[in-house]
């Protein structure tokens, strides 16, 4: 079975600082793995994706992961957070073996302090 | 292009009555999702249509759920009757049939339900 664990269910960082969410993955498959943000109110958005190509995947707003098998991690990261980052943010793997059902972790809400 | 456009955004009720809410997809999108989100939690999937057909319900409580999708295009959720364990926020995602495994799905903004 597919999961996925978000380590911290809250962060906080000061604007301009680097941001990490964590992210660990469960999968009997290669999995497919993505990040989602959640602004209050609004609909989630795709972040980035990564289906079995590079390793190191570029999103939108200057977000990156990086996909470690050895570690079953996904790691999101941003070098200088900004105060719009303020958002929940979602680590999803894709379950395959249920014709690609995303499973979504619990969230982790991350605050941006001027 | 138009969004994926859920109504009501919010919607109060008591318990035993029953609500409904409404999905329009992206023009084009073959696949719909609705998903459940209680608070503090991520989404977890109710129902997915490909076109007019449920191809996976498994985690539909159908005792008090129902979900139709008429046409392939805009679909209803219903519960009847509604209790207290229901209060959440109702999303309706749409992708491109074939886009499911790549995770591009499009979420609306949700439907807020409070049971009282």
């Known amino acids: 079975a597919q999961s996925v664990t978000q380590l911290d269910s809250h962060v906080s960082v000061s604007e301009g600082t680097p941001v990490l969410l964590r992210c660990n993955y469960s999968s009997s498959y290669s999995p497919s793995l993505f990040w989602y943000v959640q602004h209050p109110n609004k609909g989630l958005q795709l972040l980035l994706k990564?289906?079995?190509?590079?390793?190191l995947v570029k999103g939108i707003n200057g977000f990156e992961a990086e996909f470690k098998k050895s570690e079953t991690s996904f790691h999101l990261t941003k070098p200088s957070a900004h105060m719009s980052d303020a958002a929940e943010y979602f680590c999803v793997v894709s379950s395959r073996g249920s014709q690609g059902n995303l499973i979504f972790g619990k969230g982790t809400k991350l605050s941006v302090k001027p | 292009e138009a969004g994926v456009v859920q109504s009501p955004r919010y919607k109060i009720i008591e318990k035993k009555q029953p609500v409904a809410f409404w999905c329009n997809p992206i023009s084009g999108h073959n696949t719909l999702y609705w998903y459940l989100q209680n608070l503090g939690q991520g989404p977890e999937l109710l129902i997915r249509?490909?076109?007019?057909?449920?191809?996976?319900d498994s985690q539909l409580p159908k005792d008090r759920f129902s979900a139709e999708r008429l046409k392939g295009v805009d679909s209803t959720l219903k519960i009847q009757p509604a209790e207290l364990g229901d209060s959440a926020v109702y999303l309706c995602a749409s992708s491109f049939q074939g886009d499911t495994n790549t995770g591009e799905l499009f979420f609306g903004e949700g439907s807020r339900l409070t049971v009282l």
């Open positions: 990564y289906t079995s190509a590079a390793t």
């Open positions: 249509y490909e076109n007019e057909e449920a191809v996976d």
